[in-house]
């Protein structure tokens, strides 16, 4: 057993307590990870409100992290000590149905399909002050030590920088797949992009990448528009500078519409903002944004009548986690991206709550 430093959410709607926790040795099949960064992402906060779907509490956030195998359970043959690796809040069994198509990167053997926030077995490894400690999508990545199986985890290259690489676990792969995988943006087409967190920018930086000729950034905060343009987008707008509504705005900005609109915020007024802005035949609209549990959006079925294509998109579509992650890391090391300045502010552990303040 290990002793080390964890963020407990104790309840819904408290702040996060950095608190000594145990971590217990890996069982068969699984990993325990020293983790060395972690970014925090809208879906922490999510959590923390106590939105998530099905989430307990006690229970230690964060998703989005980066990692050296510190110990291995029996039966593990992929990674060994010392390994850098990224635990995957998606995993990828190889075996089931999903896994098994180029189009899907959804593994049936996940928690999203069994909810619960236990390890595979329905126990915990995390316990403080003889309480059991919750997981968070089997990862918890707020914790100096974590236990993940073994499909669940993604072995990268030992060169890379894991307070920079971290941002894979969650935010860079879920934009930029989303525009890469799930839209499947075409050279020359037109985007606009709902929200310009650090799932937006990505998203900016994937319609980029993927030859859009059109990259139009809307967020109500202005000051994310310069990354936004270093980034890639062509327009930045604020929709609290017009009048009318914003679908209405980038309708005749475009003529018709864009070809993909995405939607990286998590309201409902927005999703049917993005909806309308996509053009009413091939639009493809990709939602992003997650919802409170529970929640439901109302649309006028004429939008979808006529052509346009709603899909759904998580952690960047069909990457397939074990093998797309690693890709994706050395991608970044040959530079074909900087996902570098999606990093805004670098914190001491101790000082989390202040991250989320800042988010
Ligand atoms: P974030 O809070 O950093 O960014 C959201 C941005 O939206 C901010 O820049 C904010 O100013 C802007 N915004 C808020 N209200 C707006 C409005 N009415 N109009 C225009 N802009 C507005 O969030 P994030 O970490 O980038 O996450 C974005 C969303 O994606 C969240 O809902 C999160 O839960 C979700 N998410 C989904 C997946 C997935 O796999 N599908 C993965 C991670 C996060
Ligand atoms: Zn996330």
Sequence with gaps: VIRCRAAVAWAPGKPLSVEEVEVAPPKAG?????????????????LLRGCFPNAEF?????????????????????????????????????????????????????????????L?????????KGKQIHHFLWISTFAEYTVVPEYAVAKIDAAAPLDKVCLFGCGFSTGYGAA??????????????????GIGLSVVMGCKSAGASRIIAVDINKDKFAKAKELGATDCINPQDFKKPIQEVLTEMTGQGVDYSFEAIGHQDTMIAALASCNMSTGIRVMIGELDSGSAISIDPTLLLTGRTWKGTVLGGSWKMRECIPKLVSSYLEKKFNSDLLITHTLPFAKVNEGFELL
């Design 58 to 118: 006690p229970v230690i956030p964060g998703h989005e992290g980066a990692g050296i195998v510190e110990s291995v359970g029996e039966g593990v043959t992929s990674m060994k000590p010392g390994d850098k690796v990224i635990p995957l809040c998606i995993p990828q069994c190889g075996e089931c149905s999903f896994c098994r198509n180029p189009e899907s990167n959804f593994c049936q053997k996940s928690h999203m399909s069994e909810p619960q926030n236990l």
């Design 30 to 46: 699984e990993v325990r990870i020293k983790l060395v960064a972690t970014g925090i992402c809208r879906t922490d906060e999510h």
């Design 180 to 197: 890469i995988n799930t839209a499947k943006v075409k050279p020359g087409s037109t985007c606009a992009i709902f929200g310009l967190g």
């Design 120 to 128: 595979p077995d329905k126990t915990s490894r995390f316990s403080c």
